[in-house]
């Protein structure tokens, strides 16, 4: 059932969405203490988008330090946060942000329960490396007693007709009938030029992302905060599970495309790719353009390269 909720612009206890105009840090210092059941976001990575200052790597830390406290405070006993992100490059060399944020979290208590690789296909083409096919989500909790829930969340069996076939359950179904849990590395396309949800930001969640921790995260009329909001997504995945949302954002024309999208959401009219979609495979789906020009495929034109350069090498 859609329902249509006031977006208040200051956190409200009795409110069930804010969308924030300001520094997250502004944000959060409206949140009484352990208010919050999940907090998901992905960081400005220090790469010099249009929406940061790039620091140097010192800097960054110390600033999303003071970000990081803030959350832990606001989070609940049984929450949970989702940091989401990639690599910081330094002089051609790949810093994984995740790994040098990581004691950040732990010499604030928290726990690491899963660094989640999240994988997809799109993304710049390198020539002096191998291009970036994936980003983290390290998955932290407060305490040891923590909000779980497995069921929403669970994927198609690869070979859900599998059956024991022996011992007291000979003969029956052996797997879940609600599916498999999904692991740790979940591939999801990314927002690019031709998924349904692109808008002119130039990094967002897919709602799908989102929705997936919201599920297993989080309980009915819990709040879900995302301290750089972008688009919204985080909100949105909140509340269509029935889930209260919140962030901050910095840029007014971000803040209109969130209003702009939660209210599409709330009317349901937002177009978002669904959760558990198959991945779209171009061959499968007869497009041309997956007959390679090069006679009988790419394999064949690199054996070809590969044998030139073996007999050059034994002339
Ligand atoms: C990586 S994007 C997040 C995109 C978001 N996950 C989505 O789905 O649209 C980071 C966002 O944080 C915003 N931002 C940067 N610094 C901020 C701050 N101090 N407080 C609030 N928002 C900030 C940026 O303008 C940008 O839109």
Known sequence: MLKSHKIHEEFRANGRVTIFKGDCLEL?????DEAVQLIVTSPPYNIGKEYERKLNLEDYLAQQEMVIQECVRTLSDRGSICWQVGNFVQNGSIIPLDTVLYPIFRDLGLKLRNRIIWRFEHGLHCSRRFSGRYETINWYTKT????????PVRVPQKYPGKKYFKGPKAGQYSGNPLGKNPSDVWQIPNVKNNHVEKTPHPCQFPVELVERLVLSMTDKDGWVLDPYL??????????RHGRRGMGAEIFSKYIELSRKR????????????PMNKPIYDPAINGNGLTTSPWGNGRPSAQMTMLDASRSNESS
């Not at 040891?144 to 069921?151: I, P, S, W």
């Open 262 to 273: 939660i209210q599409q959401e709330m009317a349901g009219t937002l177009r978002t790719r």
């Open 230 to 239: 972008g688009t919204g997504t985080s909100i949105i995945a909140a509340i």
């Open 28 to 32: 959060l210092a409206q949140i009484p």
């Open 144 to 151: 040891d007693d923590y909000v779980f829930n497995l069921d």
